[in-house]
């Protein structure tokens, strides 16, 4: 089974104080402040993160996670690096990838998640935490893979317009993780650094002509020793380049959900290939 992870940005000097979310569940607080040209703010800006779960029981093994019950063939190409091999795929016609398909209910959001008519479907409400300046980020596992090519298709269903979903790749546990997102109500993607739980934005909030408003988008990341190159819908919009060693190898589907807003996510066609 597949569980997820909590983890909000908040625009105060002072830490939220985070109750567990369940019965055994394990939370953790830190705050850090550093300069970052947020998509929300220019400000200082500090995290707090939750983990519903110990990390270890977020993701399987990376033993196991190379035998998925995906094969890696569902009849999903992929149409770059056509050479790499597929080692997991879903095109969530039914759960035999096992995802967690429960309700949560959080001090920091509360979030269903089932698969219908063919999709994986979040739906999400961040509670107010800083007086709605801010949102939740949210993801949930797929397995592990240092070199790779995911590619997924997501949108949006929501009246509030601060919402984001994407991939959170490279992650070692919640205070070190890459997250590519984008937000097709406003047509701009970013992709934001956790570094020892301090946030960065080495790709500011952009906007590009690729991403299709209020529709359904696909994704790529493709990462190479630290190389990272991104997609939206075919065509090539970014790279990064990490300056250190990676922090992880763990990649998930993310969610970001703004405070006080109700939003339903939606995924498709999910592939990754490996070297």
Not at 113 to 127: C, D, H, L, Q, R
Not at 244 to 268: C, K, N, Q, V
Request: include cysteine; proline fraction near 3%; hydrophobic fraction near 35%.
């Amino acid at each position: 089974m597949k569980f997820y992870k909590v983890l909000l940005v908040i625009l105060l000097f002072t830490l939220c104080a985070c109750s567990g979310p369940s019965d055994g569940a394990i939370q953790t607080a830190i705050a850090e402040t550093g300069n970052a040209n947020s998509p929300d703010t220019d400000a200082l800006i500090e995290t707090a993160i939750a983990q519903t779960k110990s990390s270890e029981d977020l993701y399987p093994t990376e033993a196991s996670s190379s035998n998925s019950n995906s094969s890696g063939d569902c009849g999903i190409s992929g149409a770059l690096y056509t050479n790499w091999t597929p080692v997991f795929c879903d095109t969530f016609d039914d759960n035999r990838n096992g995802w967690e398909l429960s309700t949560y209910r959080g001090d920091l959001s509360t979030v269903t998640t089932n698969i219908e008519n063919g999709k994986f479907v979040v739906e999400a409400t961040g509670k107010n935490n800083t007086g709605y300046r801010s949102g939740v980020i949210q993801w949930f596992p797929i397995l592990y893979a240092e070199n790779f090519e995911l590619t997924v298709k997501g949108n949006i269903s929501s009246n509030f317009k601060n919402n984001s979903w994407g991939i959170a790749f490279n992650e070692a546990d919640n205070n070190n993780v890459y997250v590519l997102m984008i937000n097709s109500q406003d047509g701009t993607y970013y992709l934001t650094i956790y570094e020892d739980g301090k946030q960065l934005f080495p790709i500011d909030q952009k906007s590009h002509g690729s991403i299709v408003w209020d529709k359904e988008n696909e994704l790529t990341v493709i990462a190479e020793d630290g190389y990272y190159q991104f997609y939206i819908n075919g065509v090539f919009v970014d790279d990064y380049q990490t300056s250190h060693d990676i922090y992880g190898t763990r990649i998930s589907l993310a969610i970001r959900a703004a405070e006080g807003a109700s939003s339903r996510f939606e995924f498709d066609d999910l592939l990754v290939k490996t070297p």
